[in-house]
């Protein structure tokens, strides 16, 4: 003869701890023979994969911080969020922390470069590893040099032109 905890009805039972809220839409909780098996459907959404071709549709850092501040201070609807002003003060108050830390000046956050800065990492998504001391030493510092010396190209052919030269 069958015991009434072993027959094997299935009730839909809702799990809730104190101080927990309810399980999420789509959640699914179930008892059988004494066993609680607990199965949550997630709704966060994950980060959007990057390919090879997306290097092309990037827009430029620069160019999206200028139409940023040309666009004016209307603020966009997830702007508004609390959950997002949450995050943004958390990753604002760990910048901040780590300018501390290294002695950062506090005006480096008005420097031109700064936003797009922060646009591209930002159009990189999570999990970006930061560049290491060697990177920042030697492969970075000298694309930053080749970069500045093609900035100075046009100049040099001025200079000739018209006999001007830097001062050293």
């Known amino acids: ?21 309810p399980l999420a839409h789509g959640s699914e909780v179930s008892s059988a023979r004494g066993s609680t098996t607990i199965s949550i459907v997630s709704k966060t959404k994950k980060p959007k994969q990057k390919g090879p071709i997306d290097v092309f549709f990037t827009p430029n850092p620069d160019v999206v911080v200028q139409n940023r501040k040309a666009q004016g201070k209307q603020k966009r609807i997830d702007a508004i969020d609390p959950y997002r002003q949450e995050l943004r003060e958390h990753a604002c108050i760990r910048f901040a922390r780590w300018m501390y830390d290294a002695g950062i000046p506090f005006n480096a956050v ?55 030269s830097i001062c050293q």
């Open 110 to 164: 008005n420097c031109d470069s700064f936003g797009p800065m922060i646009e591209a990492i930002e159009q990189y998504g999570p999990g970006m590893k930061p560049p290491s001391y060697h990177e920042v030493q030697v492969p970075l510092l000298k694309k930053e040099i080749e970069h500045t010396n093609n900035l100075m190209k046009g100049h040099r052919d001025d200079w000739v032109k018209y006999g001007c």
């Open 1 to 21: 003869m069958a015991n009434a905890y072993e027959e094997d009805e299935e009730d839909d039972v809702e799990v809730i701890e104190r101080g927990k809220r």
